[in-house]
C-alpha cells in the first residue's frame, strides 16, 4: 500500500454523495447518486445496495483501509449492525456506520467540542456532543410522521393543509375566486387538471410517501407562493420545536452547552430568521453552520474512525 486511503458516505433521504481522501485530506474521487439510502423509506437491501454502488464508485483494491457511512435512519432497530455486516461481506476494508450526524459535527471543524446539532431535512432530530469520545445524546427523530413542525415533512404537510383548506372553501363558495398562487403551486405539483379538485385527489395525498410529502415544503419559503403570514407562522412554529429540542438537551448534558448547529434542507433555508427568534430565548449562544460539505465530514470521520476509539449514540426519549 502506497498511501492509506478511506472513504467517507453521506446517505440521506434524497441523496447519497461519497468521497475518497488521502491522509493529509486530499480528496481523490468522488460519487453522487440522486437516489435516498434511508432504510425507514427503501428498506435495509435497497440502502445497503446504494451504499455498496458508492463504494464501488470510488474502491481502490488493496489501499482503502477504513469505510464510514452516515446514513440517516441508521439508529432505528438494528439498522446500522445490519448494514455493517452486508457492506463488510462486499468490501475487504472495515465498514462502520453510523448517524448522519457524525459527518455533520466533523463538517464543522470550528465547533467546541460541547455542542448542539439540529438536523431539519425530511425529518427532525437533535443531537448533544459532551466530549469527542463521549457517547451522543439524542432527542427527536422519531420518524417523520411523529414529527411536529420542524421537519420536511410536517412543513410540506401543513403546506397541503393550507391548499385542501382553500380548496374546500372555493368548492363551497361555487369556486368563483381564481384559487391563490399557494393552491396554483400544488395543484401543478400533482398534474391535476383544471376541473378536478384538489379534495378530488384526497386519496392519492393520504398514500403519499413521507419524501414526497416533504418536496412540498419549499412552497412554504417561496414569497411568490407562500403568504407571508403563513411563513411567519410555520417558522415560529419551527423555532418552538428547535427550542424546546435544545432545552431537552441542556438539561441532559453533563456539561455547559452554547453552541448550536444546524444542517438539512429547512435549517438551512430558514437559518437567519430562525437564528433571530432564537437569540432571543438562548442569550450567550453561538449558532453556526457547517463549513464543509457532510461527505466531507464522513470522510474526515473515516480518517479518525479506524485510529482510534467509535463514538457511540445513546438514544434518550
Known amino acids: 500500500m502506497s498511501s492509506p486511503l478511506w472513504i467517507g458516505l453521506d446517505a440521506g433521504g434524497s441523496h447519497v454523495h461519497g468521497l475518497l481522501g488521502t491522509a493529509t485530506g486530499d480528496i481523490l474521487s468522488e460519487v453522487e447518486l440522486p437516489e435516498g439510502a434511508n432504510p425507514n423509506f427503501v428498506g435495509i437491501e435497497a440502502s445497503a445496495g446504494l451504499l455498496e454502488k458508492a463504494i464501488s464508485g470510488l474502491w481502490k483494491e488493496g489501499e482503502v483501509c477504513g469505510i464510514f457511512a452516515a446514513v440517516a435512519g441508521a439508529l432505528t432497530g438494528e439498522h446500522s449492525r445490519r448494514l455493517e455486516t452486508l457492506l463488510s461481506a462486499r468490501f475487504s476494508a472495515p465498514v462502520r456506520v453510523g448517524s448522519d450526524v457524525v459527518s455533520v459535527l466533523e463538517a464543522a471543524p470550528e465547533l467546541p467540542e460541547a455542542a448542539i446539532c439540529i438536523l431539519s431535512g425530511t425529518g427532525f432530530s437533535a443531537f448533544a456532543r459532551t466530549a469527542y469520545d463521549a457517547p451522543l445524546l439524542r432527542v427527536r427523530g422519531w420518524g417523520g410522521r411523529f414529527e411536529q413542525s420542524a421537519s420536511g415533512y410536517a412543513l410540506g404537510r401543513e403546506i397541503l393543509r393550507e391548499a385542501l383548506r382553500e380548496d374546500e372553501l372555493r368548492q363551497g363558495g361555487g369556486a368563483e375566486q381564481s384559487p391563490s398562487p399557494l393552491l396554483q403551486a400544488v395543484r401543478r405539483s400533482l398534474s391535476l387538471e383544471d376541473a378536478t379538485p384538489l379534495t378530488g385527489a384526497l386519496d392519492r395525498l393520504l398514500n403519499m410517501p413521507i419524501r414526497d410529502v416533504a418536496t412540498f415544503a419549499r412552497f412554504a419559503f417561496d414569497p411568490s407562493v407562500c403568504p407571508s403570514a403563513l411563513q411567519m407562522r410555520l417558522v415560529r412554529d419551527l423555532a418552538e420545536e428547535v427550542s424546546a429540542a435544545i432545552d431537552d438537551l441542556v ?12 444542517s438539512g434542507g429547512i435549517a438551512t433555508a430558514v437559518f437567519p430568521r430562525l437564528v433571530s427568534l432564537l437569540t432571543e430565548r438562548f442569550s450567550g449562544f453561538r449558532f453556526y453552520l457547517p463549513s464543509l460539505t457532510p461527505a466531507e465530514g464522513a ?19
Not at 438539561?251 to 444546524?262: A, E, G, K, N
Open 251 to 262: 438539561c441532559l448534558s453533563p456539561v455547559p452547552i452554547r453552541s448550536v448547529l444546524f
Open 299 to 317: 470522510l474526515r470521520h473515516a480518517r479518525r474512525l479506524f485510529s482510534s476509539s467509535s463514538l457511540e449514540i445513546t438514544p434518550h426519549a
